[in-house]
C-alpha cells in the first residue's frame, strides 16, 4: 500500500519537484525561488506536536522562518500578484481534488443492458431470429405445417425474422433512454456539487487585509484566518492562535479535541474543524499533498493522476516516504474506515459524498417513499412473475394437448425446429406479459421527479445536498427552527443601555455618560470583540452600513460609534498579536474574555457575555461618576426585575460589558479560567434587538396550516425567546402550550439517576413551542425525543434549523437538516441535508412544497401506470389463454412499456407544485401510497378499457366489418383487427394519462396541464408517433394501416376515458367498502434497532446508477444479483480492510436480507431486525 500511496500522489511533472534536491540545469532556480521543497513541507506535515516543533526548528529556525522561505509575510500575507500565485500553484499544486471520472455513456448503457427482463426479452430474441432463418426440408415440412394452420406463402416466411429483430430493437432503445437518463441526472449531480463548492469560501490575508476567496484559490504560502466553526480547507501551521481547539476525529478518531498553540502543537491539518478560538495559519499544503489530499488519493479519487504516474519512473525518495513513518500508514488506515470531511475538489467530488454517505455515523433511516415503493414493486413484480409463468405453462400445455393428443401427431426430427419455434413465440409473450407487469418506470419516476425538483428548488434558495431530504420534507410534521438570522434579519443593533445607574430606553448622548465609562465602554467593546468583526461602509448610496462577521459584535462596535467613538484607533494600539489572552466564546461559557497587559506589566481582562450569566461574577459596578461600587446579590436582583426583564420582553437581547484589573506579580494561572473570570466590574448592560424578518409570520402561518408544528430553539433568555415567538405567531394568545428554558427542560425530562426518559419527554414535547438558554444538547435531545416518540399515532418527521458548529449533532439527526448559507458555519454545512442560501424560514416553507410535490407526482405516475399494468396483463393473459396468441404483441407491449414508463413519468414526474399543497396535512409514514381515491380510479379506468378492448377482441371483425385476426398462424401477416386494439388500447392510455394529473378526485383534470410544457410536448409527442408506428410500422409492429373512420372511432373511444373519469369522480369512494389500500409504509418489525444500524451498511445509490430496474423485483432472480452488487460496491468504495471484512459476512447472510434493495439502497442488516425489541428508531403505530 505504501507503494500505492506515494505513486499516486505524486501530482506535478516530476522534474519541478526535485528540482529543488536534485538540481538540473534551469530548472533548480524554478524551486529553488522558494527555500521548501514539496516533499519537506509534506513530510513536515505527518509530523505532530514536539516532533513538528523541533523539525521547524531544525530545518528554519522557527514559523517566521519558514514564512521567509515561503516569501510571505505572517501579519501582511502575501501579495496579490497574480504571477506569483501562479508559480505557486505550478510549484506546490492547486487546492482541489480531481474529481472521480464520470461514467461514460457506454457504461451507462452497459449497466443499463444488465436488467434481467432485458437479457430474458433479448435471449428470446435471439433465438426467434435463429429459428426464423431455419427452413426445415420441404416435403416433411407438410406434416408440421398444418399446425401452423395454412401454409404461408414465401414473402411471410421470410418475414418471420422481423419479430425478433423488432424486440431487439424496442430492448436498444429502452436501454438507450434509460442510460441517457442516468447521465443527465449525474450531470446535473456534478452541477449541484460544484454549486456547493463555489458556495466556500474562506478569509486570507492578502497585502495587509482580510479578504474572503475561493477555496480553491488558496495557495502555499497564503496567511489564512481561522475561526469557530471553520473546516479548514488546506494544511498550514499556526502563526498565532487565541484558545485554539480543533476537532480532528475526522482524521484521527479521537474525538477529544486538540489544543492548538503556536509554541506546543501548532499543526493544523485539512478537513478538521475548528470548535473554539481563532488564530492565523500559513498554509503548506494544498490539494492532493494535504493529509486529507493524500487520503483521498488513496481513495482513488485521483485516478487519472495515478496512469500518469505509472508511466513516470519512480524515484528512491518517493518510495521511501511511507516506510519512514509507520504512523502515518496508521493513520491513513484509520482515516479510510472514518468519517472523511474531504477537501472540495474543482467540479463535483461525488466521492466524498459517497465517502461521507458511507461513513456518516448517524444513519438515517430508508427514506419514507423509497420504503413504500420498494415493497409495492416487489409485491407487484411477484403477481406478474406469476402470471407470466401460468401464461407460458396454459400457452404449452394447450397446444401440446392439441397437437400431439387432439390431432394424434408424432414428434418427428424434421419437425422440431418448428414446434420449438411456437415455444419460443409463447415464451416471449410470457416474458412480454412481466415486461409490462414490472412497474420499472418507478425508479425512473423518483428520480426524474427529485431531480426535476432540486433544481426548480435551487430558484427558491434551497440548495439540496441529499436528494431524498426533498421528499422527506413534504412529509414534516414538525420544525425546530434557531431564532438568530432564521426568523430575524440577524442585523443587530443596540437599542436600549444602563449605565452609570441609569437607563437609557434609546442610545444615550455621549454627554450624558462619565467620560472615564464611556472610554471604558469602547476600549472592551473595540478589544473584547473578534477583530474579523467589523463596521464597512455601505454599498449603496444612502443604505444600512454593512456588519461584517459576528454580527452581536456588530451590534456592539455600532453601539461605539452611535456613541459618536471610534473603535478603529483602540485596535490599531493593540492589534491582534498583543493580544495577551483570549477566552473565545463557546456554548458552555456564553461570554468571551481578553487579556491585555497594561503599561505597567499589569493586566487588565475585559468580559462580554449573556447578561445573567456574566452578572453573576460580578462583585462592583460603576456609578453615575464612573468609580467601582459594591453590587450585591439583592442588587443584581432588582437589576434583573428593573432592566433585564423589561428589555427581554421588549424582545431584546441583553449583553453585559465589564472588565477587571489583574497584577502583575504574582502572574495569574491563566488556566484556571474559575479564578480568573469573577469578581468582575460591570460597565455596562445593552439590549440589542434582531427585529423579525417582514416575511416570517406569514410562513409560518402556512405551516400551521399544513398541518407542520414549529417550535424555537435559541440560546437567548426566555422573555426575549417568548417575545419574538409571540411576533412570530409560534405563540398565540389563548393557546395551550409551554415555554421552557434549558435547565428545566433538562430537569423534567431526567430520573432520579439523571438519565432522559423517553415517557418524561413526552409528557412535554407537544405542547413545546419555545425552548430558550439552550445548549446543543438540549436541542439534539429535543429532536431525538420527538423522532422516537410513540404517543401520536404517526412517527414524527422532524425538520431542524442549525447555523452553528454546535447544531451538527442536531442536525444530522434530524430527518432533514437546514444548514444557513450565509450564517452558517462549514461544519453546520456539513452535517445538513439542505442548505438555505438566502437563511431565511420562509424558503423552508417552499421546501414543504416541493416535498409534497415529489409526493403527489410519484402518486400520480402510481395511479396512471398501475392502470396499464393490470389491463395490459389481464389482456395479454385471457387473450392468450382463449385464443392462444396475446393480442398485444411483444414489440407493440414494449412500445406501451416505454411509454406508460418513461414518457409518462417525465410528463407527470414534473408537474410544478400549487399553494394547494400546503392546505393539507402531512401523509405521514404509515400513510399508503395508494389511497382510496386512487385505488377507486384505478380499478374504474381498468373496467373502462377491459370491457372496450374484450369487444374489440371477440367482435370487432363484426363491428369494423373486417377479416378476423384470431387464432392467426405462425408469421401471419398482421391484421386490421388487432391493429384496431393496439391503437385503441394506447389512445386509451394518452388519455388516461391527463386523468391521472388529479389523484384527490378533483374534476377539473386540465388546470394547469399547458402552463406544464413537458407534459403537453410528451402527450403531443406520443400521439404523432403512434400514428407513425400504425400506419408505417408494418410487420414489426405487427400494425396494418388503418383509414380514417377507423382512427375516429379509435380516438372517439379514447376520448370516452376523459367522460369516464368525471363518471368515476362523481361515486362517492366512502360507498365503495371492498376497496383497500396499497403501498403502506414499513410497519414497525421492520425498521432497524438504533445498534443494529450501527452494523447495517447502507450503499446508496441514489447519488450513482439511479436505475436498477426490475432487478429488485423478482427475490428468485434477485437474491444472488443483489449479493453481488453489494459485493463489488463495496470494492469499488474504496473501503478496503471494510469489504474483506464484510464479504464473508455479506454472503453469509444470503437469507438475510431484510430489505429487498430500492433503486436507491442496498440494506443488509447483520442481525435479523424482525422484533427488534424496545425500537428505539420506530415509529408510531396507529
Known amino acids: 500500500m505504501g507503494d500505492i500511496a506515494n505513486s499516486s500522489v505524486q501530482f506535478y511533472p516530476k522534474k519541478k519537484r526535485v528540482s529543488g534536491a536534485a538540481g538540473g540545469g534551469g530548472e533548480v532556480n524554478h524551486a529553488g525561488d522558494f527555500g521548501a521543497t514539496l516533499e519537506e513541507l509534506r513530510d513536515l506535515m505527518e509530523l505532530r506536536g514536539p516532533e513538528a516543533l523541533q523539525k521547524i526548528e531544525e530545518i528554519y529556525d522557527s514559523t517566521e522562518g519558514l514564512c521567509q522561505r515561503l516569501k510571505t509575510s505572517p501579519n501582511e500575507g502575501l501579495s496579490d500578484n497574480a504571477v506569483d500565485l501562479e508559480k505557486r500553484r505550478e510549484v506546490f499544486g492547486q487546492n482541489f481534488i480531481p474529481p472521480k471520472k464520470a461514467k461514460t455513456f457506454l457504461e451507462l448503457v452497459w449497466e443499463a443492458l444488465q436488467d434481467v427482463t432485458l437479457i430474458i426479452l433479448e435471449v428470446a430474441a435471439l433465438i426467434s431470429l435463429g429459428l426464423s432463418f431455419y427452413q426445415p426440408p420441404g416435403e416433411e415440412s407438410e406434416a408440421c405445417g398444418n399446425v401452423a394452420s395454412g401454409a404461408e406463402d414465401e414473402g411471410e416466411a421470410e418475414a418471420g425474422w422481423i419479430e425478433g429483430a423488432a424486440i431487439l430493437l424496442s430492448v436498444v432503445c429502452v436501454v438507450l433512454v434509460t442510460a441517457f437518463n442516468d447521465w443527465s441526472k449525474e450531470k446535473q449531480f456534478r452541477g449541484l456539487q460544484s454549486r456547493i463548492e463555489q458556495e466556500q469560501r474562506f478569509a486570507v490575508v492578502r497585502n495587509g487585509t482580510v479578504i474572503q476567496i475561493p477555496v480553491a484559490e488558496l495557495v502555499v504560502g497564503d496567511v489564512a484566518q481561522v475561526k469557530y466553526g471553520d473546516l479548514l480547507p488546506a494544511d498550514g501551521i499556526l502563526i498565532q492562535g487565541n484558545d485554539l481547539k480543533i476537532d480532528e476525529s475526522s482524521l484521527t478518531g479521537e474525538s477529544d479535541h486538540v489544543r492548538k498553540d503556536a509554541d506546543k502543537d501548532p499543526m493544523l491539518l485539512s478537513g478538521t474543524h475548528v470548535m473554539e478560538g481563532s488564530g492565523r495559519m500559513v498554509v503548506t499544503a494544498v490539494g492532493v499533498n494535504s493529509q486529507t489530499g493524500i487520503i483521498f488519493t488513496l481513495l482513488g479519487a485521483g485516478e487519472a493522476e495515478e496512469e500518469k504516474e505509472k508511466k513516470e519512473p519512480k524515484k528512491g525518495k518517493q518510495d521511501g516516504t511511507l516506510e519512514n513513518n509507520p504512523n502515518k500508514a496508521k493513520k491513513q488506515d484509520e482515516a479510510v474506515a472514518m468519517e472523511m470531511q474531504p477537501l472540495k475538489s474543482a467540479e463535483g467530488g461525488e466521492v466524498e459524498e459517497k465517502e461521507k454517505k458511507k461513513a456518516n455515523v448517524s444513519k438515517k433511516e430508508k427514506s419514507v417513499l423509497q420504503g413504500k415503493l420498494t415493497k409495492l414493486a416487489v409485491q407487484i413484480g411477484k403477481a406478474g412473475l406469476v402470471m407470466s409463468a401460468i401464461t407460458v405453462i396454459i400457452l404449452v400445455l394447450y397446444f401440446v394437448i392439441e397437437t400431439f393428443v387432439v390431432q394424434g401427431r408424432e414428434w418427428k426430427a424434421e419437425c422440431t425446429p418448428v414446434y420449438v419455434q411456437y415455444f419460443v413465440k409463447f415464451f416471449i409473450i410470457g416474458v412480454t406479459v412481466l415486461v409490462v407487469a414490472v412497474p420499472e418506470g418507478l425508479p425512473l419516476a423518483v428520480t426524474i421527479s427529485l431531480a426535476y425538483s432540486v433544481k426548480k428548488m435551487m430558484k427558491d434558495n434551497n440548495l439540496v445536498r441529499h436528494l431524498d431530504a426533498c421528499e422527506t420534507m413534504g412529509n414534516a410534521t414538525a420544525i425546530c427552527s434557531d431564532k438568530t438570522g432564521t426568523l430575524t434579519t440577524n442585523r443587530m443593533t443596540v437599542v436600549q443601555a444602563f449605565v452609570g445607574d441609569q437607563l437609557f430606553t434609546a442610545v444615550p448622548d455621549p454627554n450624558q455618560i462619565n467620560s472615564k465609562t464611556l472610554e471604558l465602554i469602547v476600549s472592551a467593546i473595540a478589544i473584547n470583540c473578534a477583530y474579523t468583526s467589523k463596521i464597512m461602509a455601505a454599498d449603496q448610496e444612502g443604505g444600512l452600513p454593512k456588519q461584517v462577521g459576528n454580527k452581536t459584535e456588530c451590534g456592539l462596535l455600532g453601539f461605539v460609534l452611535d456613541l459618536k467613538q471610534d473603535y478603529a484607533p483602540v485596535r490599531e494600539q493593540i492589534p491582534e498579536e498583543k493580544l495577551y489572552k483570549v477566552y473565545t466564546f463557546n456554548s458552555v461559557r456564553k461570554s468571551m474574555s481578553t487579556v491585555i497587559q497594561l503599561p505597567d506589566r499589569s493586566f487588565r481582562l475585559y468580559s462580554k457575555g449573556a447578561s445573567e450569566i456574566l452578572l453573576k461574577k460580578c462583585a462592583s459596578i460603576l456609578d453615575a461618576g464612573g468609580e467601582p461600587r459594591n453590587f450585591r446579590p439583592r442588587d443584581r436582583d432588582d437589576m434583573v426585575k428593573n432592566v433585564i426583564e423589561p428589555m427581554a420582553c421588549d424582545g431584546l437581547r441583553t449583553i453585559c460589558v465589564a472588565y477587571r484589573d489583574l497584577p502583575a506579580s504574582p502572574e495569574p494561572d491563566w488556566e484556571n479560567e474559575a479564578d480568573i473570570i469573577t469578581n468582575l466590574v460591570c460597565i455596562t448592560v445593552v439590549g440589542i434587538e434582531d427585529p423579525v424578518r417582514p416575511e416570517v409570520p406569514d410562513a409560518i402561518v402556512r405551516c400551521q396550516r399544513a398541518g407542520i408544528t414549529v417550535r424555537m430553539v435559541t440560546g437567548d433568555n426566555i422573555n426575549t425567546a417568548r417575545a419574538i415567538a409571540a411576533k412570530c405567531g409560534i405563540i398565540q394568545p389563548g393557546d395551550d402550550f409551554i415555554c421552557l428554558e434549558g435547565k428545566d427542560f433538562n430537569r423534567r425530562i431526567r430520573n432520579e439517576k439523571g438519565e432522559i426518559e423517553q415517557e418524561r419527554i413526552d409528557k412535554i414535547w407537544p405542547k413545546l413551542r419555545v425552548l430558550a438558554r439552550s445548549s446543543p444538547t438540549d436541542k439534539h435531545t429535543l429532536v431525538k425525543g420527538i423522532i422516537d416518540s410513540t404517543v401520536c399515532e404517526q412517527r414524527q418527521v422532524v425538520a431542524v434549523t442549525g447555523d452553528g458548529t454546535n447544531d451538527g449533532p442536531a442536525l444530522k439527526k434530524a430527518d432533514v437538516g437546514f444548514a444557513m448559507g450565509i450564517a452558517g458555519t462549514d461544519v453546520a454545512k456539513e452535517a445538513s441535508d439542505i442548505i438555505l442560501t438566502d437563511d431565511n424560514f420562509s424558503s423552508i416553507v417552499k421546501a414543504v412544497?416541493?416535498?409534497?410535490?415529489?409526493?403527489?407526482?410519484?402518486?400520480?405516475?402510481?395511479?396512471?401506470?398501475?392502470?396499464?399494468?393490470?389491463?395490459?396483463?389481464?389482456?395479454?393473459?385471457?387473450?392468450?389463454?382463449?385464443?392462444?396468441?396475446?393480442?398485444?404483441?411483444?414489440?407493440?407491449?414494449?412500445?406501451?412499456?416505454?411509454?406508460?414508463?418513461?414518457?409518462?413519468?417525465?410528463?407527470?414526474?414534473?408537474?410544478?407544485?400549487?399553494?394547494?399543497?400546503?392546505?393539507?396535512?402531512?401523509?405521514?409514514?404509515?400513510?399508503?401510497?395508494?389511497?382510496?381515491?386512487?385505488?377507486?380510479?384505478?380499478?374504474?379506468?381498468?373496467?373502462?378499457?377491459?370491457?372496450?378492448?374484450?369487444?374489440?377482441?371477440?367482435?370487432?371483425?363484426?363491428?369494423?366489418?373486417?377479416?378476423?385476426?384470431?387464432?392467426?398462424?405462425?408469421?401471419?401477416?398482421?391484421?386490421?383487427?388487432?391493429?384496431?386494439?393496439?391503437?385503441?388500447?394506447?389512445?386509451?392510455?394518452?388519455?388516461?394519462?391527463?386523468?391521472?394529473?388529479?389523484?384527490?378526485?378533483?374534476?377539473?383534470?386540465?388546470?394547469?396541464?399547458?402552463?406544464?410544457?413537458?407534459?403537453?410536448?410528451?402527450?403531443?409527442?406520443?400521439?404523432?408517433?403512434?400514428?407513425?408506428?400504425?400506419?408505417?410500422?408494418?410487420?414489426?409492429?405487427?400494425?396494418?394501416?388503418?383509414?380514417?373512420?377507423?382512427?375516429?372511432?379509435?380516438?372517439?373511444?379514447g376520448l370516452g376515458e376523459l367522460l369516464w373519469g368525471q363518471v368515476i369522480a362523481t361515486v362517492p369512494t366512502s360507498q365503495l367498502k371492498f376497496l383497500k389500500e396499497a403501498g403502506h409504509g414499513t410497519g414497525r418489525d421492520e425498521i432497524m434497532d438504533e445498534d443494529m444500524a450501527e452494523d447495517e451498511e447502507e450503499i446508496d445509490h441514489a447519488e450513482r446508477e439511479l436505475r436498477r430496474g426490475q432487478i429488485l423485483w423478482f427475490r428468485g432472480l434477485n437474491r444472488i444479483q443483489t449479493q453481488m452488487e453489494v459485493v463489488s460496491t463495496f470494492k469499488r468504495s474504496g473501503s478496503f480492510q471494510g469489504a474483506v471484512r464484510r464479504r464473508s459476512s455479506v454472503l453469509s447472510q444470503l437469507h438475510e436480507v431484510t430489505n429487498i434493495s430500492t433503486p436507491t439502497h442496498v440494506v443488509l442488516s447483520t442481525a435479523n431486525a424482525t422484533g427488534a425489541p424496545g425500537n428505539p428508531g420506530g415509529e408510531c403505530l396507529p
Request: a neutral charge.
Open 849 to 1053: 412544497m416541493w416535498g409534497r410535490n415529489v409526493y403527489d407526482s410519484i402518486s400520480k405516475f402510481l395511479q396512471f401506470q398501475l392502470t396499464v399494468n393490470v389491463v395490459a396483463v389481464i389482456v395479454a393473459f385471457t387473450g392468450a389463454c382463449i385464443t392462444q396468441d396475446s393480442p398485444l404483441k411483444a414489440v407493440q407491449m414494449l412500445w406501451v412499456n416505454l411509454i406508460m414508463d418513461t414518457f409518462a413519468s417525465l410528463a407527470l414526474a414534473t408537474e410544478p407544485p400549487t399553494e394547494s399543497l400546503l392546505l393539507r396535512k402531512p401523509y405521514g409514514r404509515n400513510n399508503p401510497l395508494i389511497s382510496l381515491t386512487m385505488m377507486k380510479n384505478i380499478l374504474g379506468h381498468a373496467i373502462y378499457q377491459l370491457i372496450i378492448i374484450f369487444t374489440l377482441l371477440f367482435a370487432g371483425e363484426k363491428i369494423f366489418n373486417i377479416d378476423c385476426g384470431r387464432n392467426a398462424p405462425l408469421h401471419s401477416p398482421p391484421s386490421e383487427h388487432y391493429t384496431i386494439i393496439f391503437n385503441t388500447f394506447v389512445l386509451m392510455q394518452l388519455f388516461n394519462e391527463i386523468n391521472a394529473r388529479k389523484i384527490h378526485g378533483e374534476r377539473n383534470v386540465f388546470d394547469g396541464m399547458f402552463s406544464n410544457p413537458i407534459f403537453c410536448s410528451i402527450v403531443f409527442g406520443t400521439f404523432g408517433i403512434q400514428i407513425v408506428i400504425v400506419q408505417w410500422g408494418g410487420k414489426p409492429f405487427s400494425c396494418a394501416p388503418l383509414n380514417v373512420e377507423q382512427w375516429l372511432w379509435c380516438l372517439f373511444v
